[in-house]
C-alpha cells in the first residue's frame, strides 16, 4: 500500500522478527519508520516521533501555532497513525479503523 502523497512504500514489519520478539520487532520497525518519515515530504513529519513535548515543539520541522501550522500539525499526525494502524492491524486487529 503505497503512503498518503508520497512515492514511497510505507515501512512495513517484520512478521518474522514480530513473531520472534515483539519488542525487538518494534526497536527495529521504530528505525524503518524514522527512516521513512526522513524521506517522506523532505523530513518534514519526523518531528512526531519525538516523545518529549518540549523537545518536539522546540524541533525545527515542527508547524508554527498559527491556523496553517496546526493544519499541518493535524496531517502530520494523521499521516504517522495512518501507517501505524496500517503496520499493526494485521496484529492486534483492535487497531483496524471501525467504518461508521
Not at 69 to 81: I, M, Y
Amino acid at each position: 500500500m503505497a503512503a498518503m502523497n508520497s512515492k514511497m512504500q510505507l515501512p512495513e514489519l517484520d512478521p518474522k522478527a514480530f513473531s520472534r520478539n515483539q519488542k525487538t520487532a518494534w526497536f527495529l520497525y521504530l528505525d524503518r519508520l524514522t527512516a521513512w518519515l526522513c524521506q517522506d515530504k523532505e523530513g518534514a513529519a519526523r518531528w512526531t516521533l519525538i516523545l518529549d513535548d518540549v523537545l518536539r515543539r522546540a524541533s525545527v520541522n515542527h508547524p508554527p501555532r498559527t491556523a496553517a501550522g496546526l493544519k499541518l500539525q493535524v496531517t502530520h499526525q494523521s499521516s504517522l497513525k495512518h501507517v501505524l494502524v496500517h503496520v499493526f492491524a494485521t496484529h492486534f486487529p483492535t487497531t483496524q479503523r471501525r467504518s461508521t
